[in-house]
């Protein structure tokens, strides 16, 4: 007779997903593609499109020690080898640890809307940041950036609120008006909720959830 013995832990679980998923993909797919070193680039560079698609989670010393990993793929799905899923999944922990610190601080200090600064927001135009304080830069123009988006939105949504007072007089009820001081008070308390919301469901998710982006990069290259 034949047994049949659950997997002991989650690692075991991704590890039999891992090769199964190989042998799906080379056996049984209806258009296999060689499993091989080309093939690993392509789930390397679709991977981090998924788990940092900003540039803004991992450094660059980071993206260096990945990179090593690039051509090695192929050879982990073989073996349903974890080391490179659990190094990139790790550091994310730390980095959004560290980022999330880091916004906390950058919202207890005043911040300058009245400062022109350039903030890149196309992937395809910019590099991980090269070091914590570049980090720390980035974020914090992120954070301005959404600050006064907000504002702006505040701004539209009050002139088609007069428009729509000018055009039915008789319905029209007392808009609230606030300064300035008061917009930015609110824009700012707003995308604070929203990132402190952000950070929030990133630690609620498994990881699982993450070792599943991971498979998804595999797969995603035989299914664009």
């Known amino acids: 007779m034949f047994g049949f013995r659950p997997p002991l832990n989650e690692e075991e679980k991704m590890q039999i997903i891992m090769v199964n998923t190989k042998n799906i993909l080379s056996y049984l797919h209806y258009s296999p593609k060689p499993i091989n070193d080309a093939y690993s680039k392509e789930v390397y560079k679709q991977y ?18 990945f990179r090593k990993y690039e051509t090695k793929l192929d050879d982990y799905l073989n073996t349903g080898d974890l080391t490179f899923y659990k190094l990139t999944v790790d550091k994310l922990y730390q980095r959004i640890d560290e980022i999330d610190k880091m916004t906390r601080d950058i919202f207890s200090k005043p911040i300058n809307l009245e400062e022109d600064e350039i903030l890149t927001l196309e992937p395809k135009l910019k590099n991980a940041p ?22 702006e939105s505040m701004n539209r949504k009050s002139e088609e ?26 824009a700012t308390e707003h995308v604070k909720d929203l990132l ?29």
């Not at 090269?130 to 720390?136: E, H, I, P």
């Not at 980035?138 to 988006?149: H, M």
């Not at 609120?161 to 609110?186: C, G, M, R, T, Y």
């Open 196 to 224: 402190e919301e952000k950070f929030i469901r990133f630690r609620k998710r498994q990881k699982m959830d993450w070792f599943t982006v991971y498979m998804n990069a595999y797969t995603h290259i035989f299914d664009p």
């Open 161 to 186: 609120k007069k428009k729509q007072d000018a055009d039915n007089k008789k319905n029209s009820s007392k808009p609230e008006v606030l300064s300035q001081d008061e917009k930015i008070k609110k």
């Open 48 to 65: 981090f499109e998924s788990i940092d698609p900003t540039k803004t989670y991992f450094l660059q010393s980071d993206m260096d020690e």
């Open 130 to 151: 090269t070091n914590k304080q570049q980090q720390y830069n980035e974020w914090r123009k992120y954070v301005k950036y959404n600050i006064l988006q907000e504002i």
